[in-house]
Nanobody, 124 residues
Framework: QVQMVESGGGLVQAGGSLNLSCAVSGRIFTEYAMGWFRQAPGKEREFVADITWGGGITEYTDSVKGRFTISKDNAEKTLFLQMNSLKPEDTAVYYC?????????????????WGQGTQVTVSS
């Protein structure tokens, strides 16, 4: 299994921006995709975005389209989530994760590697 460590979370005002990073160690197979999920207290873990490692094909949940951008640096083995126009409802712990092709991007049960999470808090 690959190991993943998130960073870049913090406190930001509504309308502000944060850039999350996920450092990946271990062997990354080109057939894998990397994604971001978030979980607020008392809520289920929610899909945010993912990207295929080999081809860079992206997918986003509707609530973040136009505001968040997922990207990667293959050479540095790092995954990013640029978050703009943040809203209080974006407040959650954000996790990076990896899945093989064939797993459903929006279903967390299909991901087999997870980071520890980084807290994002958006104040009004």
């Amino acid at each position: 299994q690959v190991q993943m460590v998130e960073s870049g979370g913090g406190l930001v005002q509504a309308g502000g921006s944060l850039n999350l990073s996920c450092a990946v160690s271990g062997r990354i197979f080109t057939e894998y995709a990397m994604g971001w999920f978030r979980q607020a207290p008392g809520k289920e873990r929610e899909f945010v975005a993912d990207i295929t490692w080999g081809g860079g094909i992206t997918e986003y949940t509707d609530s973040v389209k136009g505001r968040f951008t997922i990207s990667k640096d293959n050479a540095e083995k790092t995954l990013f989530l640029q978050m703009n126009s943040l809203k209080p409802e974006d407040t959650a712990v954000y996790y990076c994760a990896a899945r093989p092709f064939g797993a459903i991007a929006r279903d967390p049960r299909g991901y087999d590697s997870w980071g520890q999470g980084t807290q994002v808090t958006v104040s009004s």
